[in-house]
């Protein structure tokens, strides 16, 4: 069956970086565009960034535009997401998705940006 394991969350001031992965099984990782997600307290969950499944080609929410980088390994199932300079704003549970004939997420790992 399709999971999807993201880790890498935690507590970082303003300003920081922190990494995180999914770790993708039960489907052909390398044949699907995958995609992070975040949901604030009291908000809809937000497209944050796109990865095409040769990851030759991303999109970002103009909110971490120039601050966030997806990348994706093939040969390890895995998709990140590289968050530098961090803001309050981002503080979110960060969700990792992939579509395959439906939508699947992984369980969310938590992001806190606070001094």
């Known amino acids: 069956q399709v999971q999807l394991v993201e880790s890498g969350g935690g507590l970082v001031q303003p300003g920081g970086s922190l990494r995180l992965s999914c770790a993708a099984s039960?489907?052909?990782?390398?044949?699907?565009?995958m995609r992070w997600y975040r949901q604030a307290p009291g908000k809809e969950r937000e497209l944050v960034a796109t990865?095409?499944?040769?990851?030759?080609?991303?999109t970002y929410a103009d909110s971490v535009k120039g601050r966030f980088t997806i990348s994706r390994d093939n040969a390890k199932n895995t998709v990140y997401l590289q968050m530098n300079s961090l803001k309050p704003e981002d503080t979110a549970l960060y969700y990792c998705?992939?579509?395959?004939?439906?939508?699947?997420w992984g369980q969310g790992t938590q992001v806190t940006v606070s001094s």
């Open positions: 990865i095409t499944s040769a990851g030759g080609s991303t």
């Open positions: 039960g489907f052909t990782f390398s044949s699907y565009a």
């Open positions: 998705n992939a579509y395959l004939y439906r939508n699947y």
